[in-house]
């Protein structure tokens, strides 16, 4: 059973930290080999086929096109325990210390994360994330995405692309290589995707693990009211932003006071103990 080392990723976070901050267009890092390539390579063989099970969510717009597979209990056991180990607080620390944002919150529901899955000709736009959790209303800071792509080819696609927020330039091209990390702050112009269809041999996917982590507040300036995801078009995409599906539709409690909330469950937490008491 693999554990992060605690020791080893401080090391890498003191490494790394500095860079992180100066990295442009907007603070981010690359680190290869961040797993043992053993462990990685038994996610990989554990890997669900796309079809085998319902709890695959599809996206096909003019934005995406993939598939991702947020229910951890549906990925196998090596994969799990490295999920797991990604919302532990030796990754919390180092994450904390790499990024300079303190007090991270990791996201066991992984809202919009887990197995990202982009076969032949998928894509995602480039995009600002949504930047509230639509359960816990945190506040979106950090991704960070594990490649689990072995022997992936340079012609095939399916890079990273980081873009200044004026949508004028790409300032980064990541290839989605085996054993890779990438972490990035997020903000509502922290645009990034891979825009151009991939172009890998029919049957070989892109796969990617995709983490998100939260806080309690952040920095006036990077403050804004809730929205979903951000798309941009660059020039010559044929695709409109504004026609992009919102993060999820309104429910009851958006209109209610935390209160209200809490005090409903109550009932209802009572009334299914009196009824299991019978």
């Known amino acids: 059973m693999f554990f992060f080392d605690s020791d080893r990723l401080m090391k890498i976070a003191d490494h790394f930290s ?7 267009p907007f603070p981010h890092v690359v680190i290869d080999d961040f797993v043992p390539d053993e462990v990685l390579q038994e996610v990989v063989r554990e890997i669900p086929e796309p079809g085998d099970r319902d709890d695959w969510q599809r996206a096909e717009r003019t934005d995406t096109i993939k598939l991702s597979m947020p229910r951890d209990w549906a990925l196998g056991p090596v994969t799990r325990q490295l999920l797991n180990q990604f919302n532990s607080a ?30 032949r000709d998928g ?26 792509n072995p022997d992936w080819r340079d012609e095939w696609g399916g890079h990273l692309e980081l873009w200044d927020r004026t949508m004028t330039q790409r300032v980064q091209k990541i290839a989605p290589t085996f054993n890779r990390l990438v ?12 825009p151009d269809p991939l172009e890998s041999p029919i049957g070989t996917r892109r ?17 804004s009211p809730a929205h979903g995801t951000l798309y941009q078009a660059r020039s010559g995409d044929d695709f409109d932003p504004k026609t992009t599906l919102p993060m999820r539709p309104l429910r009851w409690r958006d ?24």
């Open 18 to 24: 500095e860079s992180y901050r100066v990295a442009q």
């Open 90 to 119: 030796a990754a919390i620390n180092f994450l904390e210390r790499l990024t300079g944002i303190n007090d991270l919150i990791p996201d066991p529901h992984y809202w919009g994360g887990g197995l990202h899955v982009i076969d």
């Open 123 to 148: 894509f995602l736009k480039i995009h600002a994330d949504f930047n509230r959790h639509p359960r816990f209303d945190l506040d979106r800071r950090i991704n960070a995405l594990l490649y689990l």
């Open 183 to 194: 972490v990035f702050s997020t903000t509502d112009t922290s645009y990034h995707g891979h």
């Open 207 to 223: 796969h990617a693990l995709a983490l998100y982590y939260y806080s309690n507040g952040r920095p006036e300036e990077e403050k």
């Open 255 to 278: 209109f209610v006071p935390p209160v209200a909330s809490r005090w409903r469950r109550s009932i209802r937490e009572h009334w299914h103990a009196v009824v299991k008491t019978r």
